[in-house]
């Protein structure tokens, strides 16, 4: 680890092609506290890390010289959260109305996953430890 580096990761970005429909989005699936909100931003706190669903229009000077990435070009993260039953995680997604993109799938490493996205086409995957026998 580089010297001063923590450790922990205290926020992480998204840039949203559509602020209302993200915020609905994380409000509706994840239930959490919005900390902070303005017209091309939203901040939510998931436990001790926050979320940050910036406006797709505001991201270039965070990450210049590099160009944003469109959301045409695919996944580029896969966000995960243990769940303790993750069958029963999806039953309640879809109840919601959330399409998964895969899963309920037992893994070879270990794990039972399945995986949706947000309107910018994040993907999150819910994963429950398995015994593997």
Same mark, same amino acid.
């Given at each position: 680890? *580089?010297?001063?580096?923590?450790?922990?990761?205290?926020?992480?970005?998204?840039?949203?092609?559509?602020?209302?429909?993200?915020? *609905?989005?994380?409000?509706?699936?994840?239930?959490?506290?919005?900390? %902070?909100?303005?017209?091309?931003? !939203?901040?939510?706190?998931?436990?001790? =890390?926050?979320?940050?669903?910036?406006? $797709?229009?505001? *991201? !270039?000077?965070?990450?210049?010289?590099?160009? $944003?990435?469109?959301?045409?070009?695919?996944?580029?993260?896969?966000?995960?959260?243990? $769940?303790?039953?993750?069958?029963?995680?999806?039953?309640?997604?879809?109840?919601?109305?959330?399409? =998964?993109?895969?899963? @309920?799938?037992?893994?070879? %490493?270990?794990?039972?996953? *399945?995986?949706?996205?947000? @309107?910018?086409?994040?993907? %999150?995957?819910?994963?429950?430890?398995?015994?593997?026998?």
């Amino acid at each position: 680890m *580089a010297i001063g580096l923590p450790s922990e990761v205290e926020v992480i970005t998204l840039f949203v092609d559509d602020i209302a429909s993200s915020r *609905a989005f994380y409000t509706r699936v994840f239930a959490c506290e919005t900390i %902070w909100e303005d017209k091309v931003s !939203s901040v939510l706190r998931f436990g001790g =890390l926050l979320v940050n669903l910036l406006d $797709v229009s505001q *991201a !270039s000077p965070l990450v210049e010289p590099l160009r $944003v990435g469109g959301a045409s070009a695919g996944p580029r993260v896969l966000l995960t959260i243990r $769940v303790v039953d993750v069958d029963q995680v999806c039953t309640a997604l879809r109840e919601i109305g959330v399409d =998964l993109l895969n899963g @309920p799938i037992d893994r070879p %490493w270990g794990r039972r996953t *399945a995986s949706f996205a947000d @309107p910018s086409g994040h993907v %999150w995957e819910i994963a429950q430890a398995i015994e593997r026998g």
